[in-house]
């Protein structure tokens, strides 16, 4: 089945932990992305990467590290999470950066206290 | 600057018929997309427009116009089920490749 996958799917953590959130996708997609969800904000994306090895910031990546070195995986990293980073994380695919749909993997709802 | 405006919350009752409208203002257009997304769960892709015009499909239907900077998506014989928020998205290429701007979505509750 084609789709994208994250785990963990909750968490809670506390301050300065460091924790890494995975998500892989099987449709050898070359798109992928990271946002965040928050109440009032809508959706926010946080890093892209257009393809293997290549990696950009979105619109709020302060905190939050990526890396792309297999097409398949693209993990979200923290670092030191902070409570101001308690939100749900979605990543997202696609075939390509042009194409017109993205897919998205079932979130990750994170509590950092 | 960058912005999508779309009502935060509608109320329909099914059966009937709902136009959600959204208004943009971005530094550069690409096609604009309609997801729907249930709470607790992953937004969906709807609908995708780049030109001018409507595009149906099935109860839904989008439609798009550049010179005004605004969309509509029209839900027909509206059903339960499609009490959910939807998102308002534009690719911008005046930044980078690929990248969605998402409105903060509008909540629709459908009514028996």
């Known amino acids: 089945e084609a789709q994208v996958t994250q785990n963990p799917r909750y968490l809670i953590t506390v301050t300065g932990k460091k924790l890494t959130v995975t998500c892989s996708q099987n449709?050898?997609?070359?798109?992928m992305s990271w946002y965040r969800q928050d109440p009032g904000l809508g959706l926010r994306q946080i890093y892209y990467?257009?393809?293997?090895?290549?990696?950009d910031k979105g619109d709020v990546p302060e905190g939050y590290k990526v890396s792309r070195k297999e097409k398949r995986n693209f993990p979200l990293i923290l670092e030191s999470p902070s409570p101001n980073q308690t939100s749900l994380y979605f990543c997202?695919?696609?075939?390509?950066?042009?194409?017109?749909?993205?897919?998205f993997g079932p979130g990750t709802r994170l509590t950092v206290t | 600057g960058q912005n999508i405006d779309q009502p935060t919350e509608m109320t329909a009752t099914e059966g009937a018929i709902v136009q959600i409208n959204c208004t943009y203002q971005?530094?550069?257009?690409?096609?604009l997309f309609w997801y729907q997304q249930h709470a607790g769960e992953a937004p969906t892709f709807l609908s995708y427009?780049?030109?001018?015009g409507l595009e149906e499909k099935g109860r839904f239907s989008s439609f798009l116009s550049r010179s005004k900077g605004y969309s509509y998506l029209l839900l027909k014989e509206l059903q339960m089920k499609d009490s959910a928020s939807y998102l308002c998205?534009?690719?911008?290429?005046?930044?980078?490749?690929?990248?969605?701007?998402f409105g903060k979505g509008t909540k629709l509750s459908v009514k028996p």
């Open positions: 449709m050898n997609h070359e798109y």
């Open positions: 427009n780049v030109l001018d």
């Open positions: 990467s257009m393809n293997v090895e290549v990696t």
């Open positions: 997202a695919s696609s075939l390509t950066g042009a194409s017109y749909e993205q897919y």
């Open positions: 971005t530094s550069g257009f690409n096609g």
């Open positions: 998205a534009v690719r911008d290429y005046g930044g980078s490749q690929g990248n969605l701007i």
